[in-house]
């Protein structure tokens, strides 16, 4: 006899899902928990904030959230997507700013300065390999932060140094699952 669980993962388009979190009680072990829909529609609309606190060092696993949030994040087809974005930003580089764009102006010279990491930096996100979800996040914040490097010329660290930082994170993924 199958359980519930097992008979709505056979739908025609239920995909069953767990995730490991921190137990409530004993932050020392961890406990299974289902992903259910709202747990990752929740997670998209919190995207922002979910993504700072990876990036920073968070643990996934301390919360449901987080950890929806790091499944979304380490996706391959986010990843691609994350790729897409910043192949975009390369390209724009290369171009004379437009006159009168209500857009945030891009800083040229210092993504010029740092392509070729920026360049291994998306050969990292584009492996089907795994990764770790503070360095996507990482990658995430560096292009959508409006008063990043990308964009922002005081800000500290500088681009090619925040890029580089997200891939020792990038790779740290390959360096714990070995």
Known sequence: MKSRLQQRANGPHQRLAIQLIDDPQDRAHLIIRRVHRWDRAIAQLLASSLDRQLAVGRRPEA??????????????????NLVQGWEHVLELSTRAPLARSPRVP????PIRDAE?????????LSTPFPTSARGVAMVRAILTDATGPLFNRHYSPDLRTAVRVAIAQLDSAALTSA
Do not use: F, G
């Open 116 to 124: 070729p990491d920026l360049r291994d930096m998306l050969a990292k």
């Open 106 to 109: 891009l800083l040229r010279e």
């Open 63 to 80: 919360t449901r959230l987080l950890a929806t949030r790091a499944q979304q994040l380490v996706s391959l087809p986010l990843r691609r």
